[in-house]
């Protein structure tokens, strides 16, 4: 696949998993600083990975937020809970995708991801009106 195709499917899906709104501001906020990473996230993150046919976007969204939160990336974790409403990974899913984490990478990195999963599942229901 050519980097321009890799580009355009990479935002494409970039935006059905986290949002056009969320894609938009990232576009808006870049600058020629990051421009160059942007684009490489986009192509490779989104358009390589991503747009892989061997898994769907909920199972890719459960293993990012295991590793995410395995990692103690913490905003990037909230940010994938938050893109599992484009996911439809459910919020039993992700709880345990969580206790993986626990088992394998730990209990004080599962602990903060389940502090930022559920902060973020709450912020999203009220959000919703649920």
């Not at 490779?44 to 295991?66: E, K, M, Y």
């Not at 484009?86 to 709880?95: C, F, K, L, Q, V």
Request: glycine share 8%; charged share 20%.
């Amino acid at each position: 696949m050519s980097e321009d195709k890799r580009l355009t499917t990479g935002r494409a899906t970039r935006a059905q998993v986290l949002g056009e709104a969320h894609v938009a501001r990232a576009e808006a906020n870049t600058t020629e600083i990051d421009a160059a990473f942007q684009d490489f996230i986009t192509a490779g993150a989104w358009g390589s990975v991503w747009s892989r046919p061997g898994l769907s976007q909920r199972d890719r969204s459960l293993i990012t937020i295991a590793l995410l939160a395995a990692l103690g990336h913490d905003e990037e974790v909230a940010m994938h809970v938050r893109a599992s409403a484009n996911t439809g990974a459910s919020a039993e899913e992700i709880t345990e995708a969580l206790l993986h984490v626990a088992v394998y990478a730990g209990v004080p990195a599962a602990n903060r991801a389940f502090k930022i999963a559920k902060k973020t599942l709450g912020q999203m229901a009220k959000e919703s009106g649920a």
